[in-house]
């Protein structure tokens, strides 16, 4: 499983290296995605390697112990019927001894293997969990990346609707704006019943004008 996963780890590092180049915006997004999930797989069934290693090397290590208390127990025996000149006792016991000794090796060494193994994985372990941080950082990067593109396609959408008005159509709105209501307006300004006193006034003027009697000319005031 440690050697699969190493040699896919390696593979994962050149295509992550070069995946901003390869692809682009939602393919590239997927495709990080996929390389995520699938290295998080592989993490897990490392972590699950790790702790069957584990507990198969604190097992082999009680195992361990106990043939050594065995052993030195046997060996007490041993010791305890040649003092009796028990000889077949202590060629007995001393038989279990060896078979004993032999298991005890073998499970010391079982033990140090597992420790090993235990090791090698979690090293890949740590390596698969580096890869891992970068390819969620590229993913954030991505993600970051495509929202700023829409926020400037969004930008530039309201600037292309949003024409900006004539400069000569605005003076001239102004100005409009400033003759109906400047000082000269309101100076002008006058009531109903004022602009009808005005109006008969210029009526009762021309009229009077009209009727005025003519001054003589000069050649009819000599005759």
């Not at 390389?35 to 390697?49: N, Q, T, Y």
């Not at 006058?190 to 602009?195: I, R, Y």
Request: charged share 30%; no cysteine.
């Amino acid at each position: 499983m440690s050697g699969l996963l190493a040699q896919w780890l390696a593979r994962l590092g050149e295509d992550v290296a070069g995946v901003s180049d390869a692809l682009f915006g939602d393919k590239a997004e997927r495709q990080l995605d996929q390389d995520i999930r699938d290295l998080d797989d592989a993490l897990h069934r490392v972590r699950a390697d790790i702790a069957t290693a584990k507990a198969a090397r604190i097992a082999a290590d009680q195992h361990t112990q106990d043939l050594r208390t065995r052993i030195t127990a046997l060996t007490a025996q041993a010791e305890q019927a040649l003092r009796t000149r028990k000889r077949s006792q202590a060629r007995e016991a001393a038989e279990r001894i060896v078979v004993l000794q032999a298991h005890r090796d073998e499970e010391h060494a079982r033990a140090n293997s597992l420790q090993a193994r235990e090791a090698e994985l979690a090293h890949v372990l740590e390596q698969g969990e580096h890869q891992l941080r970068r390819l969620k950082h590229q993913v954030d990067t991505l993600r970051a990346s495509a929202s700023l593109q829409q926020a400037q396609a969004s930008v530039a959408r309201r600037q292309s609707t949003d024409t900006p008005e004539p400069a000569l159509a605005s003076a001239q709105r102004a100005r409009q704006r400033k003759a109906t209501s400047g000082p000269d307006s309101r100076a002008t300004a006058v009531s109903p019943k004022e602009a009808t006193a005005n109006a008969a006034d210029q009526i009762l003027e021309r009229i009077a004008k009209r009727i005025k009697p003519k001054a003589p000319s000069p050649s009819t005031a000599k005759r």
